[in-house]
């Protein structure tokens, strides 16, 4: 179990999803991205604006388009991207390809 990304990808989409059936609806995407983006001095939302909003609209999918796992909620024009990395390294350009499709997914955000 300790290797297999997918099965790691299964479980973090189930926390972060909103809709699961696991009662916590946004309050642990919320702390995941609060905790992720407490030092960054450049960020989308604050710490403030990610507690007082609702995330609840929130689609996190996986595997999609070689994303791992992307959240994306509209009401907030709001798109992350999480990497798995489970014994493999970045592949070359990953990161810009990853760009690419956002943007041209999601230009409003």
Not at 12 to 17: A, R, Y
Not at 20 to 28: A, I, N, P, S, Y
Not at 48 to 54: A, D, Q, Y
Request: aromatic fraction near 8%; charge should be negative; hydrophobic fraction near 35%.
């Amino acid at each position: 179990m300790i290797r297999h990304e997918i099965k790691h990808s299964n479980f973090i989409q189930f926390l972060l999803s909103p809709s699961e059936k696991h009662r916590l609806g946004d309050l642990f995407l919320k702390k995941l991205l609060m905790q992720t983006l407490r030092d960054l001095e450049d960020t989308p939302l604050d710490t403030l604006e990610i507690s007082i909003s609702s995330f609840n609209d929130a689609e996190v999918r996986r595997e999609w388009k070689n994303i791992d796992l992307l959240i994306y909620s509209p009401s907030n024009h709001f798109i992350c991207i999480i990497e798995n990395k489970v014994d493999s390294s970045e592949g070359s350009d990953q990161l810009k390809s990853y760009e690419s499709v956002i943007e041209k997914e999601f230009p409003a955000c």
